[in-house]
Each structure stands twice: as structure tokens, then as C-alpha cells.
């Protein structure tokens, strides 16, 4: 798994170098969502709408290939959440590969996967080891709209395999899925 996120680390990078239709160009905005189960998790985001904010950070490019385009991205992504009353932070890289459509005039819909590696985890007050996985996949999928060089977008995004970490507080032991799941509002400059 560590070679593919090398792999595809190399590819974007090598993209955003070749562009010649698409552009290249940086990004950032705001993560709303949470970790783990769909289902646990629904009640946590009801209870605490405020406290689940995280942010992202990155660059893409974009080869235009007539109506359907592909668009690489890499992007430093802080994801903040509850877990039974305590604070988890996740911080990771994420390099999602997406497909897109221009629908009609500036909108636009993708899809595709996200691949991402896990660069900490922290849960407040409790003795959090490492994640299972540091590398894992997840899948995204949004629309957005496009007006000269700026562009929003809305996202969601859901990590597809469970992520677990094993933590110890005040003597018990238990897991937590670590998997995201999010939505994401981004800013776009096309440069």
C-alpha cells in the first residue's frame, strides 16, 4: 500500500508538470464529519454540531479532456471529531484521483478514489496507540462549480475499510475505527 501512495504521489506531481489544457493551481477550505461507523456516528454529529470543524490544505492539477477531466490533488487534512465526550484529532495527507463531468456552463460532478496515509492521531485525555493502517483508501465524490481561475466545491468523502487503533484510558482497553467520513467545502485557484 506504501508503494502505491508513492506511486501516486509521483503521478500527480508529474501531471500538474504536464499540463497543457487543465492547470494546476492550490486549494483549501473546510472539513465537517467524523470517524468510524456511519451509524455510531449520525447521534455524535446531532449533539456536537460544532465540534467536528477540521480544515485542508493542498494543490492540484487538471488535464481537460473535453467534457470529462481528471483532477489530482494532494492535501494536508486535520480531522476533528468526538469519541465518547473525548476530542480526536487525525491529521493526514490525502491524494484523491477524480474523474469529473462538466454537466452544464460551471457545474460539474466527480468521483474517484482517495488515497491517504495517516499522520497522527490523537485522542484527548486517553493513551492512543498507532492506527492499524497508515495507509488506506477512501472514496469521494461532489460537485462544483467553476467561474474564471476560482472554484468551490462540496464533497463527500468516506474511507472504505475499518482503520482501527487500540487505546488505553484509566486501565481498560478498547479499539476506535478511525476511518473518515466528511464533508468538505474547498476554494480553488487555478494558477
Do not use: C, W
Not at 29 to 54: A, H, K, M, R, V
Not at 148 to 165: C, K, Q, T
Request: proline content about 4%.
Amino acid at each position: 500500500m506504501k508503494k502505491v501512495f508513492i506511486a501516486i504521489m509521483f503521478l500527480t506531481a508529474a501531471m500538474v508538470q504536464a499540463q497543457e489544457d487543465g492547470g494546476f493551481g492550490i486549494k483549501a477550505g473546510l472539513n465537517y464529519g467524523s470517524n468510524g461507523d456511519l451509524s455510531q456516528n449520525g447521534q455524535t454529529i446531532i449533539d456536537n454540531p460544532d465540534e467536528n470543524f477540521g480544515y485542508h490544505f493542498g494543490v492540484f492539477g487538471k488535464i481537460d479532456l473535453g467534457p470529462i477531466y481528471l483532477r489530482p490533488e494532494l492535501s494536508y487534512t486535520v480531522l476533528n471529531s468526538d469519541y465518547d465526550s473525548s476530542a480526536l484529532e487525525v491529521k493526514k495527507l490525502d491524494a484523491p484521483v477524480l474523474v469529473g463531468f462538466q454537466v452544464i456552463g460551471p457545474l460539474h460532478v466527480f468521483a474517484g478514489p482517495s488515497f491517504q496515509y495517516i499522520v497522527d492521531t490523537e485522542l484527548e485525555d486517553v493513551d492512543l496507540q498507532d492506527v492499524q493502517e497508515e495507509f488506506s483508501i477512501g472514496l469521494q465524490i461532489g460537485v462544483g462549480v467553476n467561474i474564471g481561475n476560482l472554484g468551490i466545491d462540496v464533497r463527500y468523502e468516506r474511507g472504505l475499510s475499518e482503520n482501527e487503533a487500540e487505546f488505553s484510558n484509566l486501565g481498560q482497553l478498547g479499539t476506535l475505527d478511525t476511518r473518515p467520513q466528511q464533508i468538505i467545502v474547498g476554494l480553488s485557484l487555478n494558477l
